[in-house]
């Protein structure tokens, strides 16, 4: 628990009169400092806890303790690429020389910052196969909603207004369908076939006249590779739609293959899954959006680009618009921008394929303990529905549950919705071998627990701070003010 001393648990830390500090006599009282009306003026004294500094060091260290992060073990988190964010990052994006930039400030006085700005954008066009990128937009999903934006004027810049449909595979992420749908687009659902892939037999009669374009996410939401992919593209744009690449699972293709090379026209990176940033808790994130020749007037406003020795922010009147205030989260930026400088052009060769080999590694090391309902090799995730032995009545959740006694984080699980005890899981490419080999052997125990002692499995976690929670009442009516506590003990 948060504030146990000396073996008693203690909630209230407030002394009256106690301080972490001592100020001198203030001089300047009998002063009028300035003419504040009444009714602004603040009538009693601020309710705030009166500590001593150890007191308030130690409350958030304990605190900060009873939390389970990146930096304090494996994050298998499958989906989303909770990746190592190397602390150089950090300290290059809380230069001084960056942070206290203001985005109104005159472009003459932001040269370096505008720089860093184009380099990067330049850096995704290299690393995706395509012509021009905007780091505008705030998210993966804020980089979807923009992207079909591009798709919508690119076609209403033609006159062409029939189209006002999206094409989504039934495995995408939830974000597809309803950035589609803030878009004004309706979407139309394409099936997969048994191995995961999109059905193009199914593709065929959905495509016509009325079809704005195709989104796909490649290695698809269950990590497998959509091999499809040239026919699904010559088909979308034979019948005049646009491809839209979901750039979620970029992790994988790094150094192997670019999503412009394979069709697409159109896609957003999630700078905080593929390029490091710690994005736990939801935040913060960047989703540029990359276009290939033909439809950079399109993207948004203001513009980053070189003139001559300068960088200028532009306005094109094509534009969709605006998307964001300025120019996107740029702390977010400077961390990508970081990761692959110090990766070194060289070693992005490396990321695709090491995740791909961790991923398949810790699959292989597990199929005869876990269901594995896709065989086969997988890009930098895989999926497990759950035990293979299930008789004793342990779930997904009960094992994800008992993965923390063990000091691991859950994988992602229940999702994607297609199979019912999903266990989808994801190390990425900075895990060393060792923590592979932890992870694996802590799994195959879970699986022999599950049979020898199913009732310890289902109640875990037993070491944690705090035990199972509700986690739709903790959703719905967060207590987060201990007054409301009721303390079981
Ligand atoms: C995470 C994710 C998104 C959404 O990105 P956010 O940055 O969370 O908005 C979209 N598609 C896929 C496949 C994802 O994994």
Redesign the pocket.
């Known amino acids: 628990m948060n504030n146990v001393y000396y073996g008693k648990l203690i909630f209230e830390l407030s002394k009256e009169g106690r301080r972490g500090y001592s100020l001198p006599e203030n001089k300047l009282n009998n002063y009028k400092l300035a003419d504040m009306p009444e009714a602004l003026m603040r009538q009693r004294e601020l309710d705030l806890p009166q500590v001593d500094e150890l007191t308030v060091v130690r409350h958030y260290t304990n605190m900060s303790n009873n939390n389970f992060g990146v930096d304090t073990g494996f994050y298998p988190l499958g989906?989303?690429t909770m990746k190592y964010n190397p602390k150089i990052n950090e300290e290059m994006c809380h230069h001084y020389a960056f942070t206290r930039l203001h985005p109104l400030q005159n472009e003459n006085t932001v040269q370096g910052a505008l720089k860093l700005y184009y380099e990067l954008q330049n850096m995704l066009s290299e690393l995706s196969g395509l012509s021009e990128f905007t780091l505008n937009p705030f998210?993966?999903?804020?980089g979807e909603l923009t992207g079909l934006m591009v798709m919508r004027t690119y076609h209403a810049s033609r006159g062409d207004n029939k189209r006002t449909k999206v094409i989504i595979p039934d495995s995408a992420?939830g974000?597809?369908p309803a950035s589609a749908a803030v878009c004004g687009l309706d979407v139309v659902v394409v099936k997969s076939r048994p191995d995961g892939t999109v059905d193009v037999e199914d593709l065929k009669p959905l495509l016509n006249d009325e079809i704005a374009g195709m989104m796909m996410?490649n290695p698809n939401?269950l990590g497998i590779f959509e091999h499809n992919i040239a026919e699904i593209a010559s088909l979308v744009h034979e019948a005049g739609g646009l491809m839209y690449y979901?750039g979620?699972?970029l992790n994988p293709m790094l150094g192997m293959c670019r999503p412009g090379d394979l069709g697409f026209d159109i896609m957003h990176i999630?700078l905080?899954?593929t390029f490091s940033t710690p994005h736990g808790g939801g935040g913060p994130?960047d989703?540029p959006v990359g276009v290939r020749a033909g439809l950079e007037d399109f993207l948004p406003n203001p513009h980053v680009v070189k003139d001559g020795d300068r960088y200028t922010l532009t306005f094109n009147d094509k534009s969709l618009g605006s998307v964001s205030g300025f120019v996107g989260n740029y702390g977010v930026i400077m961390r990508a921008y970081a990761y692959i400088r110090t990766i070194g052009k060289e070693n992005m060769r490396m990321v695709g394929p090491l995740a791909v080999l961790n991923a398949n590694y810790i699959k292989e090391s597990l199929k005869d303990c876990f269901e594995l309902p896709i065989g086969g090799v997988c890009k930098h995730e895989f999926v497990f529905d759950g035990l293979k032995d299930k008789s004793t009545g342990v779930t997904t959740l009960d094992v994800a549950k008992r993965l923390l006694d063990y000091g691991f984080h859950a994988p992602t699980i229940y999702f994607p919705l297609l199979f019912h005890e999903a266990l989808m899981i994801e190390p990425t490419e900075n895990e060393s071998k060792e923590t592979l080999d932890g992870f694996i052997e802590v799994m195959r125990t879970i699986a022999r627990e599950a049979k020898e002692q199913p009732d310890m499995v289902k109640s875990a976690p037993h070491t944690t701070p705090v035990r199972r929670l509700d986690d739709t009442q903790a959703a719905l009516h967060p207590v987060v003010n201990y007054a409301e506590l009721k303390l079981e003990n």
């Open positions: 989906s989303c998210a993966g999903a804020h992420h974000t597809n996410t939401t979901d979620a699972n999630n905080h899954k994130g989703g």
